[in-house]
């Protein structure tokens, strides 16, 4: 069944094209990959061509560079304060043990920069999830449930 992002179509022969990239237990589960990640991939195109971040064709490190200004553009996440590294480290001070079999923990100012790293990370990911939700309610899509994957 073809998937529609607006009036943009995406066939089930790209779907297939795309399922290569997506290991899955089972046939179906690498079709709703492969099928959520053209979506997505769509969604964004068409939002880049809109905000004038990417041409309407463009393709390879052109298609990639807008896309990333995009997000770069449209996804703003707060750096995590010195505070936020110090309350996640007292809270999961567990997982930094100095060594592997110690139940010492490495001190705070020996894991800050791997602690704001990951949160960090995570902000960016919750960040970029919400705004794809936001474009996938935004959009008429036919064919697939989109915000459910997400």
């Known amino acids: ?81 010195a505070e936020v590294c110090r309350r996640y480290y007292e809270q999961n001070v567990d997982r930094f043990a100095v060594g592997e079999n110690s139940a010492l923990p490495s001190p705070f100012e020996a894991v800050e920069g791997r602690i704001r790293q990951y949160l960090q990370t995570r902000s960016i990911r919750h960040g970029i999830q919400s705004y794809l939700l936001d474009l996938a309610h935004q959009a008429r899509i036919a064919g697939f449930d989109l915000a459910a994957s997400l």
């Not at 066939?11 to 099928?35: I, L, P, W, Y």
């Not at 997505?40 to 990639?64: P, S």
């Open 1 to 81: 069944m073809p998937l529609y992002v607006n009036t943009v179509e995406i066939t089930d022969d790209e779907v297939f094209r795309e399922m290569q990239f997506h290991a899955a237990a089972t046939r179906e589960a690498a079709r709703d990959e492969a099928a959520r990640a053209l979506l997505i991939r769509e969604l964004l195109r068409q939002r880049a061509v809109e905000k004038g971040f990417l041409a309407e064709d463009a393709t390879g490190e052109d298609f990639d560079a807008g896309i990333m200004d995009l997000l770069g553009a449209e996804v703003t996440t707060p750096e995590p304060s």
